[in-house]
């Protein structure tokens, strides 16, 4: 009897998301969240116009840059042309008194009847930290517009803002960083700032494979979206160590079989762990580690009051102390290469926290705490740190959940849906590409711009 209770119950569940995911529902105003356009090789990275606005010092060089890859209108274009727009790209960096913010009215007001399904709006700022007066007002201003025009667009189209430090006179520390953000890979990313240094950087010969010729280990590999990590950064010409537990080895082997790499069965936790990384590293591969992932997480999920020490401690040693010792140990023995991409995942519970997670919450901002701490340690050998920060992630886990909770978590973001594992991927693809070498100390929402922590 109880087995049959559990299939009705099963079967009840799956009728109600039905339901709730239905045009029935959506008629009667359910959010149903648009069709994302997602990556896909055999399309174009952008399909349709690209617009261009703003006098700011990038502007001539984006249009040359992209050219090739891209339909892009400048100056001459007419703003009031029914033309669909695919994406606009305006660049503030030389606004600088209150006046000047009119210009943004004045660029993007009259396009966005005309812009298609997932466009994409960017705006590149001047970093408002290095400017002064009233220069440093307008900058800081950008931020306001941009995350509020993201909760306005429709039809899954998003918004980011750019800032740009002073010293970046061509474009090539920033070019990675738009194509992302015009591409597909960015399809959760919503509300964004991603600020871009003046460390050198270098656009990828070939934009399809930007990893080539990189050293990619990624942690929790087997399943989920370790795996599905592993599988983008070997999509983009990387390399790839997966590693997991012991006991996952199976499930390891086959994502290792998947992408052409090694596996390492290893307990992060363990003392020697970056040893044994390293040595992995330098016996099948003969080098170091040019982009490592800490991917590897677990919950024991409680209220504080009903937690055992045991819960707290296991978290915190496999999702904050494992990676804090792996990262410290390789950079401290060379074993990290010159030029080194470091990514954490977080997560949008490490922002805004989250009730019965303050053990994972703990360990997810401590994540943010790291990027933080080692960017000028690795900035001076040329390497670099980020971390993602996933919201709502459709996965195995986020399935098991009550219906109710599950269907109300994924829809309360600006984009009205769950994401998908490839999207956090493709963020930390992102800034694992030595393109990216400009970009260190971001922490990048993967969360369609969730209303908690925006």
Known sequence: MAAKKKGSNNAGSSLLTRVINSSVAAKAGVPQG????????????????????????????????????????????????????????????????????????TFIHPQLRHLQPSARVVVIGAEPGELDGEARIVARALEGFTRSLAKEMRKGGTVQLVYVAQGVETLAPLESTLRFLLSGKSAFVDGQIIRVGTQDATPAENWHAPLEGRLALVTGAARGIGATIAEVLARDGAQ???VDVPGASE?????????KGTALPLDVTAEDAAQQIAEHA???????????????????????????????????????????????SLLDSGDLAEGAAVIGVSSMAGISGNRGQTNYATTKAGIIGLVDALRGPLAAQ????????????????????????REIGKR???????????????????????????????????CGQNIMGA
């Open 34 to 105: 648009y069709p994302l356009r997602r990556f896909d090789p055999t399309k174009p990275s952008l399909d349709g116009l690209l617009v261009l606005g703003g006098a700011g010092r990038f502007s001539q060089e984006i249009r040359q840059a992209l050219q090739a890859d891209y339909e892009i209108a400048g100056p001459e274009f007419q703003l009031a042309s029914e033309t669909k727009r695919a994406a606009l790209v305006f660049d503030a960096t030389a606004l600088r008194s209150l006046e000047d913010l009119c210009e943004l009215y």
């Open 240 to 242: 790839v160590i997966c």
């Open 251 to 259: 499930h390891l082997s086959a994502t290792a079989n998947k992408v």
């Open 282 to 328: 330098q016996s099948r591969y003969g080098r170091s580690i040019d982009v490592l992932v800490h991917n590897a997480g677990i919950t024991r999920d409680k209220l504080l009051v009903n937690m055992s020490e045991q819960q707290w401690d296991q978290v915190l040693a496999v999702n904050l102390m494992a990676p804090v010792r792996i990262t410290q």
């Open 382 to 405: 040329g390497s670099t740190i980020n971390a993602v920060a996933p919201g709502f992630i459709e996965t195995a886990m986020t399935d098991a959940m009550p219906t109710g909770p």
């Open 412 to 446: 309360m973001n600006s984009l009205q849906q769950g994401g998908k594992p490839v999207d956090v991927a493709e963020t930390v693809a992102f800034f694992a590409q030595r393109a990216s070498s400009a970009v260190s100390g971001n922490v990048v929402r993967v």
